[in-house]
């Protein structure tokens, strides 16, 4: 089998649309990747964000299962320091029951906000200390193990209880994700959207390194999360690559709001900004599907992962499928069966 690809979707507010018609892109983008063939469809976590509107993956996730098959359903992620994990267990188990054996629990440890909105999620500042041991008793719940004696949560059960459960991952942009993952033998998806790639290979080589087997994997498993775009010509691609640029660089000032159009996007930027635009543009992977697929091979052979998770943004919802819809015939999804 060939390399596989995944999607993760992050509901991107987009400008002149309201949040509600973006979040049934998100749906209706679910649906189009399981008949194209990609293996995954992960969506995000993010509070009083402008930008990204995605704040409940465990609700929009039960809807993607409710309009699915066979395509895996995940959270990238659940940011666990904001929530009792027993309660998390609980709602995973439900989607599981809903879809049995086709859903990821993606954990980070990041707030997937700001500060403020964190303290309002949970006034613990110290919440995030407890990650190691919150996914420790998290990972328990969702396989239907006991807690120790002594614990507070021994003799208590996250149900429903089913044959299948729910596949934990852990999330990360740096050493401590990979670390944790390969201590506890989870699967670990590195985030190299966020990092743009920095890095990613000393983490998937930690991970790969000190990995010790659990019972529920007996080898490493990892993948990447990466930002592509392709289109049916490289210029193309280009000109629609313009709304994320113009984002990243409002970004990098302070200033968030919703994915402009391409022929919007374009401003004056200062010499500083120019030398980041420049950079930006060298490393992303943008491009006709030959293209984006030739750099999405290349990567997965550097950092020796099976599989690749894309993250796409564009202003417009039917160029972001369409560049779903070519990396499928790139990579020959549906005739692999990718989604069996």
């Known amino acids: 089998m060939g390399l596989r690809l995944s999607i993760l979707d992050q509901s991107v507010a987009t400008a002149g649309r309201g949040h509600d018609e973006t979040i049934r892109n998100t749906l209706a983008l679910a649906q189009q990747a399981e008949a194209w063939g990609y293996h995954r469809f992960w969506v995000s976590e993010h509070h009083s964000h402008p930008s ?33 994990p ?9 989607l599981d029951a809903l879809a049995p054996g086709r859903i990821d629990l993606g954990v980070g440890r990041a707030p997937g906000s700001d500060g403020r909105t964190a303290h309002v999620l949970n006034p613990d500042r110290y919440a995030s200390e407890r990650f190691p041991q919150q996914v420790m008793e998290l990972h328990a719940w969702v396989q239907g193990r006991e807690l120790p004696a002594g614990h507070p949560g021994h003799g208590i059960h996250a149900y429903p209880a089913a044959e299948t459960e729910p596949a934990l991952w852990m999330l990360g942009s740096s050493d401590y994700g990979a670390q944790l993952a390969a201590h506890l033998g989870l699967p670990y998806a590195f985030a190299w959207f966020i990092t743009d790639g920095q890095g990613a290979d000393e983490a998937m080589a930690i991970y790969r390194e000190t990995f ?13 999360c990466v930002w592509a775009l392709a289109s049916d010509t490289d210029e193309e691609a280009w000109h629609l690559f313009e709304s994320r640029a113009r984002w990243r660089m409002d970004r990098n000032i302070g200033r968030l709001g919703p994915l402009l159009p391409p022929g919007q996007a374009m401003r004056d ?3 500083a900004e120019q030398i980041a635009l420049d950079k930006l543009k060298a490393n992303a992977i943008v491009g006709s599907a030959s293209t984006v697929g030739g750099r999405l091979r290349q990567l997965a052979r550097r950092l020796e992962v099976d599989e690749v998770a894309v993250i796409t943004w564009t202003h417009d919802p039917q160029a972001q499928r369409r560049s779903y819809e070519l990396l499928a015939r790139e990579f020959s999804l549906a005739s692999q069966g990718q989604s069996a």
């Open 86 to 94: 027993y309660k998390v267990a609980e709602q995973f188990r439900v």
């Open 212 to 224: 010790k087997p659990s019972a529920g994997m007996n080898r490493p498993h990892a993948i990447v």
């Open 52 to 84: 990204i509107v995605g704040s409940a993956p465990e609700v929009l996730m039960a809807a993607i299962a409710a309009r699915t098959q066979r395509i895996r359903v995940g959270s990238a992620g659940v940011m666990l320091p904001h929530y009792a």
């Open 269 to 271: 930027y200062s010499p």
